[in-house]
């Protein structure tokens, strides 16, 4: 992806837009810790945009919870939920459980029924969590987050409603909005 972020800048900049986000929870994280702000620098110095990372968004909304302490539920293979959980473990979080769907193929990510992440989640966050993260910013999850918090009683971060919530915030804009989870209307 990074080969390919200067050609996405240019494109995104020229249309004019206020902020620009890359999309891709690990892929903002993959080359570990700092990876995340070191496209940040790389996309807002090309362009001159505004810009945020998933992973990035992902910290931010964490700290606005006030989550220490979380359980982390991917759709990735388990060696890339191993690096995800070093990446939040390097930025201050304990990860108190980890597991991974094991699903390698994008689009198979993507067709999987928000109610399979809904059960999966639910079968498998640790009650002394302060906070469960869902990640993957290729799976629909965003209609069942209310429906799971209310049943697990702790705030649910998702990677695509934590990147709303950091542009809102990057942005300045005071927006609560309600359906998506605590964190859209904290």
């Known amino acids: 992806m990074e080969n390919?972020?200067?050609d996405a800048v240019d494109l995104l900049s020229q249309a004019g837009v206020d902020i620009i986000l890359f999309n891709c929870t690990?892929?903002?994280l993959v080359k570990g810790l700092g990876y995340d702000k070191l496209l940040i620098n790389k996309m807002e110095s090309r362009s001159g945009v505004m810009s945020m990372t998933t992973a990035t968004a992902v910290i931010m909304a964490l700290e606005h919870l006030q989550a220490k302490s979380i359980t982390l539920v991917t759709a990735y293979p388990k060696e890339i939920t191993e690096m995800e959980s070093r990446f939040l473990e390097g930025n201050g979080f304990k990860v108190i459980k980890s597991v991974a769907a094991g699903i390698s193929d994008p689009f198979e990510q993507?067709?999987?029924?928000?109610?399979?992440?809904?059960?999966y989640s639910k079968?498998?966050?640790?009650?002394n969590s302060d906070a469960l993260f869902i990640s993957c910013a290729g799976i629909r999850v965003v209609e069942i987050i209310s429906k799971l918090e209310k049943q697990i009683r702790?705030?649910?971060?998702?990677?695509?409603?934590?990147a709303m919530f950091a542009c809102?915030?990057?942005l300045k804009?005071?927006?609560?909005?309600?359906?998506y989870g605590k964190l859209l209307y904290s």
């Open 4 to 6: 390919h972020i200067d």
């Open 26 to 28: 690990t892929g903002s």
């Open 110 to 119: 993507a067709q999987r029924d928000p109610m399979f992440w809904f059960n």
């Open 123 to 127: 079968d498998n966050f640790d009650q």
């Open 154 to 162: 702790i705030p649910i971060v998702t990677s695509n409603q934590a």
């Open 168 to 170: 809102i915030r990057k």
């Open 173 to 179: 804009l005071s927006s609560k909005v309600r359906g």
